[in-house]
């Protein structure tokens, strides 16, 4: 997936997919929020959804086979 220029993602380091040329990247891939695992989008949405705006996810994601957190405070999306 894409994260949103100038969104709460991108300010908190999450890096999307990413193409150059013919060539696809893949970005970060989301495994865990706050110590529970995550292996669909629906247990981070539940995780995300529960928590109060301005607070902050603990994210664990793989970056290029490396595990890393990554701390993203929840603010409101902008209307699309």
């Known amino acids: 997936l894409r994260v949103r220029p100038g969104g709460a993602a991108e300010r908190a380091g999450l890096q999307g997919l990413s193409r150059t ?3 696809w990247t893949l970005g970060d891939v989301v495994v865990g ?3 529970r695992a995550v292996k669909t989008l629906d247990p981070l949405l539940d ?3 529960n928590a109060p705006l301005g607070s902050t996810l603990d994210l664990e994601i793989l970056r ?3 595990r890393l957190r990554l701390p993203i405070r929840l603010e ?4 699309i």
């Open 21 to 23: 040329g013919r060539q």
């Open 33 to 35: 929020a706050n110590g």
């Open 47 to 49: 995780i995300a959804e």
């Open 64 to 66: 290029r086979g490396r």
């Open 76 to 79: 409101a999306s902008p209307a």
